[in-house]
């Protein structure tokens, strides 16, 4: 994931693998295998000089695992909660009470 992410940043930023290998002083294979993930845990002082060439903060090349996780997590939470909905006895046809619930709830959130 961190791979994508400085692949992508890289070619917004209109670098091609070989100059951001000149400007990082890393060798263009190893920058290769970071960005396809065959390198999966490049050393923190590596992402540092690539973040300083990318001109974005460490935070921002680690993002995107960062955030795959916590969507993996949610999306468990959400089949969890469809689950536990689902042993319960209430259908699909029963949902609809669930948003009128919900758009309740926020409604008075709203006037607090």
Not at 46 to 56: C, P, T, W, Y
Not at 70 to 97: A, C, P, V, Y
Request: a positive charge; zero cysteines.
């Amino acid at each position: 994931m961190i791979g994508q992410n400085i692949s992508s940043i890289r070619k917004q930023r209109g670098y091609t693998l070989s100059e951001l290998s000149e400007r990082t002083g890393i060798s263009k294979s190893y920058l290769s295998n970071i960005e396809r993930n065959l390198k999966q845990n490049p050393s923190i002082h590596v992402m540092e000089k690539i973040a300083l060439v990318l001109k974005v903060d460490l935070k921002t090349l680690l993002k995107i695992a960062a955030d795959v996780e916590t969507n993996q997590q949610l999306d468990q939470e959400w089949m969890d909660f469809i689950s536990d909905l689902k042993q319960s006895g209430i259908d699909k046809e029963r949902i609809h009470e669930f948003k009128i619930l919900i758009e309740f709830m926020k409604w008075n959130n709203d006037k607090k």
